[in-house]
């Protein structure tokens, strides 16, 4: 059997922990701030036909996350990062517990960063005709995902991202809720 080709997704297989993660978060008076560490496994899952036409290639991601220094769970997250080398897309699709859901996507074109880093980014924004986000009834009520963007940076032996989530809680539009991390491999 032939090894599937990831394309600029190749580099995130295996088991990543990391400890200099920075969360933003809403608080009804105001910004929590949580250090963080992570632990991240990419499992392969593959390759899809998609009514005949779209080939993809996908891997399957389980996160972790627990706030320094008392440990506990302040983040679980499960998904695939999926990836269609004729088009060039990628699409990253995920939920969180508290019942929202993402399908974001960007295009990779080849792109790098000053250190020879893969870049990935990908978005979604409520109501977008491509790329969605979608709640439960009590989320859409009280506090709303309105927009996910999310930049991947990839290396030997390394990965970083940042993320921003916008979300309307508390009486406030687009609070901005933000995450950055940097792994290594486990
Ligand atoms: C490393 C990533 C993340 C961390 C560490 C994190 C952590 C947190 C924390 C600490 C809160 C404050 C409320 C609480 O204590 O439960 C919160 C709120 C929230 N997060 Fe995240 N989050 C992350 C990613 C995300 C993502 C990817 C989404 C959605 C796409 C999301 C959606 C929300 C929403 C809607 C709230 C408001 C709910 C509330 O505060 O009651 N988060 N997050």
Do not use: C
């Amino acid at each position: 059997m032939s090894e599937l080709d990831y394309g600029p997704l190749s580099g995130l297989r295996g088991s990543w922990k990391g400890d200099k993660g920075l969360d933003e978060s809403p608080e009804p008076d105001g910004t929590e701030e949580n250090a963080y560490t992570e632990t991240i496994h990419f499992t392969p899952a593959g390759d899809v036909d998609n009514a005949e036409t779209q080939e993809l290639v996908a891997l399957h991601y389980h996160l972790a996350v627990h706030r320094i220094p008392d440990g506990k769970a302040i983040h679980n997250q499960t998904g695939y990062w999926i990836w269609d080398a004729e088009s060039q897309l990628v699409m990253h699709s995920f939920t969180i517990p508290r019942a929202v859901a993402v399908i974001a996507g960007g295009f990779y074109r080849g792109e790098t960063d000053a250190d020879g880093n893969v870049v990935i980014e990908v978005a979604a924004e409520l109501g977008d005709p491509e790329w969605q986000i979608i709640q439960s009834p009590f989320m859409q009520k009280n506090a709303v995902t309105t927009a996910f963007s999310q930049r991947l940076t990839i290396g030997p032996g390394r990965l970083g991202y940042n993320q921003t989530t916008l979300v309307d809680i508390y009486g406030r539009k687009s609070f901005s809720h933000t995450d950055q991390n940097e792994l290594q491999p486990l």
